[in-house]
């Protein structure tokens, strides 16, 4: 690199605020350069924070990275850049594309016309776009009968939801109306109706999303053989379980809880509940109301979606009951009993007796849950109390278990009012998941999280790099290796770890 880098040379340089710079090379010294930078700043910086700028790029970007004279960091941070300016978010980089987050409605970009243009359109004939993907993938999977899938990763906010509802919407355009439910409504109707429900129920505020996904989802459409949808499933990974009971502040728990304390009159006073800021569960963190949105509205449109999607009302309110008895469960404390063991606090006894009602469960068996842990061996099952710090514990154990179950549950309803076609042979999936995160406390979740996208990164570093390049080298063909970061040496330590097998199991009565 420092060879191309001369005085007078037009360069990138790294700059703390704006990631990169732009200037010209004023002069140099062993292995560092005095940059005279365009907005009238002069810094001194090291080669390896330097790199060249093509001064020929067109004014408004390229459509396609591979168009890129040079293929480094501020190049492509630089062209991103340029087209978001411009109000153009897609961008390919050969047959992947990237998308910016607008941050606005732009209706233009979405609409039935551009549909149509896109429709059967090869990649890279019309602009970069979510509908081209989907198009590939659709007319690839009737050409070769083949099923196709499409993954949206990103970072927190990036826009992974709003791109996998565009590319729903689509497939949807391309394969609608084959088969209806008993009422007349189609089955990517059903699909795209969904989301309200998973959302109020996987989605919450984080410090970067006010509606983020606290899940990964996998849609599954399946085609009949004539290309139209008959079918449809979705797979739910990775609840965040540990929300339901730790929040930070500024961030909300999941939206169900908000929803239910905002509820009409009637079932606020059936559930016994009222303000979020007197649930444990909700009052760790100072937020409680989103800009711009108004719980009440959104909880009678959560029972409208639920009905839509084919969950009856007598169900609806079972659910709602299980959120209310989440947050009445929160609110039991312990105090020491006899002997190392635990009791249910006189001032927790309204919740407690309220957990068990709305949970329809024995009094007594739920203190045991509670206040107990079951040990299974295979000479004896040992009962041990807990003390008051092992019993919240436990609480909050039970407290996730019951939430991901009524989770799950709502998903498995969702798939069966949706049908799924066992005849089917081709289908699209598509994949939205958490990016990586790195928090300044990590926890088990971030570990599962981060290995999955490490995996997904190994598939496209084996398709992308890995395959590519090795077909190079075996038709001889001149290429200049590219190095990557390559960590299967990882995933092989996380993967073929071996486990010690234990002589007895441990049973937790609350987890
Ligand atoms: N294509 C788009 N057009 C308009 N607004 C968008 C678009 N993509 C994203 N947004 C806006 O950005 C917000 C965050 O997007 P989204 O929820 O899709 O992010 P995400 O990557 O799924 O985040 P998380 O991983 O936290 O769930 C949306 O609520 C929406 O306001």
Known sequence: MQGEINVGTHVWVGDPDLAWTDGIVVNIEGDEAEIQTSDGRMVVSNFSKIRPKDLEAPDGGVDDMTKLAYLHEPAVLHNLATRYGVNEIYTYSGDILIAVNPFQGLPYVYDACVMEQYKGAALGELSPHVFAIADVAYREMINEGKSNSILVSGESGAGKTETTKMLMRYLAYLGGHAGTAADGRTIEKQVLESNPVLEAFGNAKTVRNNNS???????????????????????????????????????????????????????????????????????????????????????????????????????????????????????????????????????????????????????????????????????????????????????????????????????????????????????????????????????????????????????????????????????????????????????????????????????????
């Open 213 to 511: 996904s606290r899940f990964g989802k996998f849609v599954e459409i399946q085609f009949d053989n004539h290309g139209r949808i008959s079918g449809a499933a979705i797979r739910t990974y990775l609840l965040e379980r540990s929300r339901v009971c730790q929040i930070s502040d500024p961030e909300r728990n999941f939206h169900c809880f908000y929803l239910l304390c905002a509820a009409p009159q009637e079932e606020i006073e059936r559930y016994k509940l009222g303000d979020p800021k007197s649930f444990h569960y909700l009052n760790q963190s100072s937020c409680y109301e989103l800009v711009g949105v108004s719980d009440s509205h959104d909880y009678l449109a959560t029972r409208k979606a639920m009905d839509i999607v084919g969950i009856k009302r007598e169900e609806q309110d079972a659910i709602f009951r299980i959120v209310a008895a989440i947050l009445h469960l929160g609110n039991i404390d312990f105090a020491k009993g006899d002997n190392d063991s635990s009791v249910v606090k006189d001032e927790s006894e309204f919740h407690f007796r309220m957990t068990a009602d709305l949970l329809m469960c024995d009094h007594q068996a739920l203190q045991n849950a509670l206040c107990k842990r079951v040990m299974v061996t295979p000479e004896e099952i040992i009962m041990k109390s807990l003390n008051p710090d092992a019993a919240v514990i436990s609480r909050d154990g039970l407290a996730k278990t019951i939430y991901s179950r009524l989770f799950e549950w709502l998903v498995d309803k969702i798939n069966a009012s949706i049908g799924q076609d066992c005849h089917s042979e081709t289908l699209i999936g598509v994949l939205d998941i958490y990016g990586f995160e790195s928090f300044k406390t990590n926890s088990f979740e971030q570990f599962c999280i981060n290995f999955t996208n490490e995996k997904l990164q190994q598939h496209f570093n084996q398709h992308v790099f890995k395959l590519e390049q090795a077909e190079y080298r075996n038709e001889e063909i001149y290429w200049s290796y590219v190095d990557f970061v390559d960590n299967q040496d990882v995933l092989d330590l996380i993967e073929k770890v071996s486990y010690p097998t234990f002589s007895f199991s441990v049973y937790s009565s609350s987890s």
